[in-house]
């Protein structure tokens, strides 16, 4: 059974480590495989990290520049390329993403769950040359060659920071989950072409199964309806649309599967929190903490978004009992 949980630096570990996801502009790979460096600063409260851990013994190796953790239903798999090496961004991506994809066949884990993209300068350069689509192009590139993506996308999140090389992270299952999409939103693979001409190949969540419960992996979400980005220049309004499609992807989960978790008792389990303004994290907390019922504190990170007008993007799970 898979938990998440923002973590002190020195927390008991209560369980055994699937993956830390470990932020700050000076973070580095370290070769513990357990360890992902992800270049974002961290705003406010305590300095905590991402723990992703099991009830089950946990087997660790690296396979080329790939390490990763295993437990017989999951594995979490990552690789960090150096930022002189990510000029060309739809290369790295797809060279990156096809030996992914092979790593996970070859452990057993065929089915992607979630993925993290961590990149530099995702707005950069203009029009098709833009960093984000040419990493769209490369993702789009190694999985639309994947069998097991035909009927079902990973969650996911891609976010740019100041610095740092290319930060890929997957969650992989030996059983596949249920793509989970937004009816407030149009589908990613689906958007327009003028937002690229590789569509971004993510679910909107993922739905999987935990033990004798559910868990559900919410993909990076901000304020879009349909395919717009919507609020321009309001933070706030921002945070709340966002919250509005929060709902939303609940209430599809619940609903999908016949109905199976139509009753289930949700829990939001984990909360990440990425804002491309530092000054706003203070304006934003009341209505954070008002707007999700979170456990503990959010995590809270300086990130830039795929989109300029974007100001705030959210991710998370929930728990499904
Ligand atoms: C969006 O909804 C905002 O390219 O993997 C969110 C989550 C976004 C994942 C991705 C992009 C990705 O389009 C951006």
Redesign the pocket.
Known sequence: MLHVHHALRDEPRLRHTLAEFVFGIDTRPDGEPRRIPVSLEQLGGDRRIERWSTDAPVTAGSSGDFGYVHDGDHLFASLVVPAEHCADMERVTRSSYLHLDHLLRKQGYPHWLR?W?YFADITGGEGEAER?RR??AG?YGALSLSSSLDQQLP????LGGDSGGFVLCCLAGKRGGLQIENPR?TS?VD?PRR?GLRS???A?AALIANGRGAQLLV????S?LG?ESVHIGDPGRQLEETARNFEALVDTALRADGERWRSASVRLESLKVYLRNAADYQPLLPALRRLFAVESEPLILRAD???PE?LV?I?GTYALE
């Open positions: 993925a993209n984000y990493f769209n993702r969650a996911a999140s891609a939103q990613a958007y937002y971004p190949l993510f909107r993909s990076g979400t901000a879009i395919h978004m795929c989109r974007l993007e991710e």
